[in-house]
């Protein structure tokens, strides 16, 4: 549109009047940052203010609110205290600072702070939450009796049920409150969040989307995104969901930044566990755990149950740490005590009603029979979930041995060969079933050949032993007479002479059956060796005399 040079353009009132019009646009209030959540901006104004000499107790507030918002709990906790150090000031200033305290996990400190502010309902609200942590049932009771049928009562109430592991339930309240409230698309996370509780990632998602569509660069639904990408796909699709938020990430927004470094060691198989996740221990509640799985990784028992012994387990989560923790100790120390807790641990989870129909609560009640050696009820546990975990190395692993401890050796034999983990197949234990299932499934010269694969050791001689006595009873008694010929060199045990003797006469009957190959007659008798003994030398005459009758060349 162009102006009319017909109005003359001079008048210097009307020049300043337009100064003035441009200087009030340009001036920001405090209400604008605040309607946009700008809170960064907010306290720069602030700042501002109080640097220019308006300073007041409400500018001081206003900045602990900002800072509050941002996450900066210290921050605003700092504040709050030197305003409850003044002379006059607002009695609810109290309950902001209870909750300061809560939020940074002072909680006796929030609980006296709170009591000293006003009956609101912010304070019924947080000591609500404060009776939760503090485990008072009986307090939380009287609080959530006192909660009204308004917003943040209701939103509370869900807290407090997702907190509880009553995920449904909390999801129930998002979903009434989100139906006279379309437009709390933040409810959305939160009803998304429950979902992931429950295992149902592409729910999640899927119920996420509705906000990250009208907000796509939330910290909080874009971390959810990447925790479900995690767990429906890998931790590199993970990975990529963070680069975005982790370029983003405000310094200020300190949990935030700590959430994306802990979550990221997560999604890198515990890459960097060490440098990131022990600052974090008190910060993040899930970074101690994460902690003890890394600790457990790298076999160290000690370190993990230092980390975990005084933990008093809340969530199903932490029951089954602790149950892996005591299980993993008790078979390392041989201690009956440690294993009783494992086993007990296990038993509370897997019986649970909340539990004992998902995949965890089932893999709970197999451990628990696991340790009570009721293998046959490991089975019926195990089969049921065995589809979930087809080509899962550490399932397999437990899963053919309860095969095999069961008698069922040639499905457990099948089960051991789909293991690709280079640890497991270094782990005696590993080897010794697999020799056992061999033997079983009358495969002796595989269970030899792990033998020969081993390097010389204390288990190496364990195996020796097995491979005698279990070849022994099975009838294969060439590969036990081997095994008990390298054990009488190593140990001369007068048990192992006896064994071998067996053997080798076993081999001479299997050869005179046609059961065995004559070739073995020859190395059978120098087994036996020219020991000055009437048994060898009766054994050995007769084993030469039947080859010469036989023709058999020696």
């Not at 999604?267 to 008190?282: E, H, I, K, N, T």
């Not at 000690?302 to 089954?320: G, H, M």
């Not at 007990?344 to 539990?355: C, D, H, N, P, R």
């Not at 056992?436 to 792990?450: D, F, G, T």
Request: hydrophobic letters at 40%.
């Amino acid at each position: 549109m162009m102006l009319s040079r017909a109005k003359p353009a001079t008048g210097a009132g009307r020049i300043s009047g337009i100064k003035g019009d441009r200087k009030t646009q340009e001036l920001p209030k405090l209400e604008d940052f605040l309607q946009k959540r700008d809170y960064t901006g907010a306290i720069t104004l602030l700042e501002f203010n109080r640097s220019s000499g308006k300073t007041d107790i409400d500018t001081d507030l206003w900045i602990a609110c900002c800072l509050f918002h941002l996450g900066d709990y210290k921050g605003a906790m700092e504040i709050y205290e030197k305003v409850t150090n003044r002379k006059e000031f607002l009695p609810e200033v109290w309950n902001y600072l209870a909750c300061a305290y809560f939020l940074l996990g002072m909680y006796p400190e929030a609980y006296e702070a709170s009591k000293k502010g006003p009956k609101t309902g912010l304070q019924n609200r947080l000591l609500f939450h404060l009776s939760h942590k503090f485990s008072d049932e009986n307090s939380l009771m009287d609080y959530h009796q006192n909660l009204q049928d308004i917003l943040e009562d209701q939103l509370s109430l869900a807290a407090i049920h997702y907190l509880r592991n009553h995920y449904q339930e909390a999801i129930d309240v998002y979903k009434r409150i989100l139906l006279d409230n379309r437009d709390y698309l933040a409810l959305n996370v939160y009803i998304a969040l429950c979902y992931h509780k429950l295992d149902y990632y592409d729910v999640s998602q899927e119920v996420l989307q509705a906000y990250l569509q009208q907000y796509p660069d939330s910290a909080i639904a874009l971390n959810l995104k990447a925790c479900n990408h995690f767990r429906l796909y890998d931790g590199k699709a993970a990975e990529n969901e963070l680069k975005s938020l982790q370029d983003m990430a405000s310094p200020t927004f300190t949990f935030n930044r700590d959430l994306i470094k802990h979550n990221m060691v997560v999604f890198q198989g515990g890459d960097g566990a060490l440098q990131v996740l022990p600052p974090l221990v008190d910060v993040i509640p899930e970074a101690r755990l994460n902690l003890v799985i890394y600790y457990l990784k790298q076999d160290d028992i000690t370190e993990a149950y230092a980390l975990i012994k005084d933990v008093e387990p809340c969530t199903p989560q932490e029951y089954i740490l602790k149950g892996v923790v005591n299980a993993a100790l008790g078979q390392e120390q041989g201690t009956r005590e440690h294993l009783k807790i494992a086993q007990q641990y296990f038993q509370l989870v897997g019986g649970s009603a909340s539990e004992c129909d998902t995949i965890p609560g089932r893999q709970c009640m197999a451990s628990c029979f696991f340790l009570l050696k009721q293998f046959q009820d490991v089975l019926l546990y195990l089969n049921s979930i065995k589809s979930y975990f087809y080509s899962d190395d550490n399932f397999n692993f437990n899963y053919a041995q309860a095969k095999a401890a069961n008698g069922n050796f040639k499905d457990a034999e099948e089960i051991f060969c789909m293991i690709q983990s280079e640890k497991i197949k270094h782990d005696y234990v590993y080897i010794s079933w697999l020799a056992r299932c061999y033997i079983m499934n009358h495969k002796p010269r595989n269970a030899w050949e792990l033998y020969l694969k081993m390097e010389t050791s204390g288990e190496s001689f364990s195996l020796l032993q097995l491979i005698s006595n279990d070849c022994y009873k099975m009838g294969q008694f060439y590969y036990s007479a081997k095994a008990f010929h390298v054990l009488e060199r190593l140990d001369p045990n007068p048990e192992y002479w006896e064994g071998k003797r067996g053997a080798c006469v076993g081999v001479f009957q299997q050869i005179i059956a046609e059961r065995e190959v004559k070739d073995r007659l020859q190395e059978v008798i120098q087994m036996l060796g020219n020991i000055s003994n009437p048994q060898v030398e009766y054994i050995t005459r007769t084993m030469k005399k039947w080859a010469k009758e036989s023709k058999v060349q020696l």
